[in-house]
């Protein structure tokens, strides 16, 4: 986590859930949002780690979604 205290960017984090195979557990995203008030999570129930599965229209929404905010200057650095 002390790398992700040196980005300047807006940060998505974008899981799944354990039980279906995702790789981040909800600890795991706190720990990323204490290290960095920039992290947004997107959290995606029907999905394991492929998080555009079953559901490719919700993931690229988010992702669209963040790419706007940022552009916007909405998301703090």
């Known amino acids: 986590m ?3 205290r040196q980005v300047g960017a807006p940060v998505l984090v974008m899981r799944g859930e354990p039980e279906r195979g995702g790789l981040l557990s909800a600890e795991g995203t706190a720990a ?3 290290a960095q008030a920039g ?3 997107v959290r995606f129930p ?3 780690h492929a998080v ?3 559901d490719p229209r919700a993931y690229l929404d988010a992702l669209a979604g963040f790419v706007a ?3 916007a ?3 703090p650095p």
């Open 73 to 75: 200057g909405l998301s």
């Open 32 to 34: 990323m949002r204490a």
């Open 39 to 41: 992290v947004r999570e």
């Open 46 to 48: 029907e999905s394991g």
């Open 2 to 4: 002390n790398r992700l």
């Open 52 to 54: 555009w599965e079953p």
């Open 69 to 71: 905010e940022v552009e």
